[in-house]
């Protein structure tokens, strides 16, 4: 065969004899050469590695954004014109920018990296009739593999012959159950991959028995290969503040050169000369042009990646931080992110007594019966006893401690039933030594029952668990239809229902004699299963309704285990909220019909990997900005695609980890709510910096154009100014980065997607103090001329004005909507220590040799200095006038 057939191919809907005939593979394996040949034919069993990134283009990926390049226009034309110290500085605050984002980025892991990691290992393969292992990079299609519990799948292949074998998925699927395999039935060719029993899937896990398959697929052709297809296909989508500040910039890169050439035209038409042109436009553009934005975001960004970083969220890409705090939906997957990824046992059903709730989460032997809000009675508890030391004894796992931690191996659901007994000061090996085994009838999946036969002084009991329909019917006294209606309702609760037996019997059973001689048991009762929620996830996700996040959950689980999952979360009621994989299959024609199918559901079931993106992209097609959570390697391509996408640090793969932006250190869903208020605040934070920068440029720009009107010299110097933006007023956007976040912050709904940076009051708050500023500025230079200054001394003095304005202004900053005098002075230290350096680096700056002369300043009188830092004060007046007429209104 082509490759291109074999791709094609729907290799689970083919019998192991078509397989093998289709892929002119024998018994006796392939032969050396056969496998070199379809080798250099297929390619190896590996996935393409991208060359990741070095550290120069990491640096000049700092330099792609719209506010830079209209720096470094600023800057040529300085150098143009002989202005090299303007220049200087411009390239000074862009280095400081691009060392600080280059030293954030370069911690990034390559996702492909991982997926190569997790199908590289020793394999057992058939070649020239003998079995010997290989490396996984060497297999192909056609090869014969063999295969037992414990061993990690190499490539997708079809089953030819199976014991008992038990796969995990959860990490390609988000099935948490182990999932049975049968080499003879036949599937349809639609099948799901979830569903597919006839395969075996790279990167899952043999958790029991023995398989012998051949290789169908292997590479980029598996089904983690068209993950890792998928996430290079992928774009990752921009976060709303990248959105926002690109928006921004764009407006005050058009609205500086606007004016910029409005006021050179009308100087060259006044006839002066073309060199003072230059001078002035630069000195505007300076103004105009918020400098320190760049500095100011990353700085912003990086202190809110500290703080996420204490509360367990670890950034990967800076942009992120605001970014989650932006999100109108967390679309989360369950296993393993909304629930603990650990088979438990949450409720028995005992005959004459009842539910009983088992409470504790997860594999560790704590948790406490309950009975109708009560602990067990005397009887009660007797009756839970003999069905946990029956679960524990018909049971193939292993449940210990080592060095302080808990280790588990084997089937989960005889995990569970060890727990169960751990729950109840049982345990297998003392159970064992009392009651020991002599002989047993495994688990199969066409037996669907499990056995024991255990020694009892000197009769053998048999204990027995499985499902209701093959149970029952073993034992008496009892109403089975009764018993099954029971066991029906706790399956509608989303469990999965086991009964549990035990009884005297005359000898070992071999499989085969059991099926008839397994009679006369006592029913002890049913054992409901399901993977629990995490402890912490119901606050967390009230909390996000709460912010006015909506919370989603993907996962490629079963309907009704999904629906019982979010009816505890209160994200769905019933099954209409529910959509599954195939119902989006059959409406891939109808993109809009799957988009209002998508828009009106709280679950989403049985779906697989490249659904979960369409998933994304619907809802990102309605106006949202998605935030993705997963830990498996089903969830990378949507993850990737996201505007945020969340991995969990722990008990995630290596492939979740690189495919997303943010990684939650302790798997705790409650932590995305952390970030949320943390990325909120940061995005608080940049507004401030934005409203400081803004309105101290607006106040330069009107304080020249009122110079000009009025045939004033220049007020101010290019390099002054760039002095004010840069190191006095850089000193102190910085600290603001550092405030605290306003009160109640997370009772606030997000942001509307199109809100722009510059809304309303912003918008007004900029004009108003940047008016104020300009005014006074200019009405305190004309009057300096006047009073008979020197042209250099009105300039020295209205420049230590400006740096006054700059540190009162920054405190009307600290919060757009309450007042400087309900805010602790010493809440934000960083602020205070930054408005005393920035005030002292330009005083001392007055009396340093070389530096005044390039800023043209000169000391002042104390007297001077005092009348100047009274005037500034005026504006904390004006802005608490404002904030008082102006309330919030906000939510």
């Known amino acids: 065969m082509h490759p291109e057939q074999i791709a094609s191919t729907l290799w689970h809907a083919r019998s192991a004899a078509e397989s093998l005939a289709l892929l002119e593979a024998g018994a006796d394996g392939l032969s050396t050469a056969e496998a070199d040949a379809r080798r250099a034919e297929f390619g190896r069993n590996v996935l393409p590695r991208p060359k990741p990134r070095g550290v120069l283009l990491v640096y000049f990926t700092q330099f792609k954004s719209p506010l830079i390049y209209l720096l470094l226009a600023a800057a040529v034309v300085s150098v143009i014109i002989g202005e090299f110290t303007d220049a200087a500085f411009v390239f000074a605050v862009l280095q400081i920018n691009a060392v600080i984002g280059t030293i954030q980025e370069w911690k990034a892991e390559s996702s492909a990296e991982a997926l190569q990691a997790l199908i590289h290992h020793q394999v057992v393969a058939r070649r020239d009739g003998v079995n010997q292992a290989i490396d996984s990079d060497d297999l192909v299609p056609g090869d014969i593999i063999a295969l037992e519990s414990g061993a990690l799948v190499p490539a997708d292949a079809r089953l030819l012959k199976e014991n008992d074998v038990k796969v995990d998925e959860s990490l390609l699927t988000g099935e948490s159950v182990p999932v049975g395999r049968d080499a003879e039935i036949r599937l349809a060719e639609q099948t799901v991959v979830g569903d597919r029993r006839t395969m075996l899937h790279a990167g899952t896990t043999v958790l029991s028995g023995r398989a012998e398959a051949v290789v169908t697929q292997t590479g980029l052709h598996t089904e983690v290969g068209r993950i890792a297809q998928a996430l290079a296909g992928t774009r990752t989508a921009p976060t709303p503040f990248v959105v926002r500040l690109e928006r921004f910039t764009r407006v005050v890169g058009f609205v500086v050169i606007a004016a910029v050439a409005v006021l050179a035209a009308a100087l060259y038409a006044k006839g002066m000369a073309v060199a003072e042109i230059f001078f002035l436009c630069v000195a505007l553009a300076v103004s105009a042009i918020p400098e320190g934005l760049p500095v100011a975001i990353t700085v912003a960004l990086t202190v809110a990646s500290a703080r996420m970083a204490k509360r367990n969220v670890i950034v990967r890409r800076l942009p992120a931080v605001e970014g989650l705090g932006a999100c109108t939906i967390i679309a989360s997957d369950k296993t393993g992110t909304l629930t603990c990824n650990e088979l438990t046992i949450n409720r028995l059903w005992l005959p004459q007594i009842g539910n009983v709730l088992v409470h504790g989460r997860g594999y560790l032997p704590e948790g406490e ?29 292993t449940l210990r401690f080592e060095n302080g931690q808990l280790h588990h191996f084997g089937d989960t659901v005889d995990v569970a039933f060890l727990t169960l007994a751990g729950k109840n000061a049982l345990d297998r090996p003392t159970l064992l030594d009392r009651f020991p085994e002599i002989g047993a009838v495994p688990y199969e999946s066409a037996r669907r029952y499990a056995a024991t036969f255990n020694r009892d002084g000197e009769g053998i009991l048999a204990h027995v668990k499985g499902a209701a329909e093959k149970i029952l019917p073993m034992c008496d006294w009892i109403d089975r239809d009764v018993m099954l209606a029971e066991a029906d309702k706790m399956a509608a609760d989303g469990l999965r229902v086991l009964a549990v037996a035990v009884g005297e019997v005359d000898g070992v059973m071999t499989p085969e004699a059991a099926e008839g001689r397994l009679n006369g048991l006592t029913f002890l009762g049913f054992a409901g299963l399901m993977d629990p929620l995490r402890e912490e996830v119901p606050d967390a996700v009230d909390r996000c309704r709460r912010a006015g996040i909506a919370v989603r959950m993907v996962t490629g689980d079963h309907p009704v285990t999904a629906l019982a999952i979010a009816k505890q979360l209160q994200l769905a009621e019933g099954p209409s909220h529910v959509v599954e994989g195939v119902a989006l299959q059959d409406l891939q024609t109808d993109p809009a019909e799957q988009d209002l199918a998508i828009a009106g559901a709280s679950v989403f079931a049985r779906v697989e990997p490249v659904q979960k993106l369409d998933i994304v992209r619907s809802l990102q097609k309605q106006g949202h900005f998605v935030a993705v959570t997963g830990d498996g390697v089903n969830d990378a391509p949507a993850l990737h695609t ?6 969990m640090g722990k008990g995630g793969t ?22 949320v208020e943390e990325g909120r605040i940061a995005y608080d934070n940049i507004r401030k910096v934005i409203y400081l920068l803004i309105s101290t440029g607006a106040a330069e720009i009107v304080l020249f154009m009122l110079c000009f009107l009025f045939g ?28 605290k976040g306003e009160p109640g912050i997370l009772d606030q709904p997000p942001r509307p997607p199109n809100q722009p940076i510059f809304d309303r009051r912003m918008t007004e708050q900029v004009l108003l103090s940047g008016a104020f500023i300009g005014v006074v500025g200019f009405v305190f230079f004309r009057w300096g001329m006047s009073q008979g200054w020197s042209e250099f001394g009105a300039r020295n003095a209205l420049l230590l004005l400006m740096v006054c304005f700059e540190n009162a202004h920054v405190f009307n900053c600290r919060s757009e909507w309450r007042s400087v005098f309900r805010l602790r002075v010493f809440s934000n230290p960083m602020l205070m220590v930054a408005v005393v350096a920035a005030q002292g680096v330009h005083l001392g700056a007055m009396f340093v040799p070389g530096l005044r002369d390039v800023l043209d300043i000169q000391p002042i009188s104390f007297e001077g200095w005092i009348e100047v830092a009274a005037l500034s004060v005026a504006l904390v007046a004006v802005m608490e006038i404002f904030k008082f007429l102006r309330p919030r209104r906000r939510g």
């Open 369 to 397: 019966m309950e009975i109708d809000g009560s602990a067990p009675d005397e009887n009660a508890a007797a009756a839970i006893k003999r069905i946990a030391t029956a679960g524990a004894l018909a049971n193939e796992a």
């Open 642 to 647: 996201a505007n945020i996408g969340v991995a």
């Open 654 to 675: 290596d492939v979740a980890r690189g495919a997303s932006d943010l990684i939650l250190a302790d798997d705790n869903f409650a932590s995305i709510v952390n970030g």
């Open 712 to 739: 004033l010299p220049l007020p101010l110097f290019a390099v002054q100014l760039l002095w004010l933006n840069l190191v006095t007023n850089g000193i102190q956007h910085v600290a603001l980065a550092f405030e």
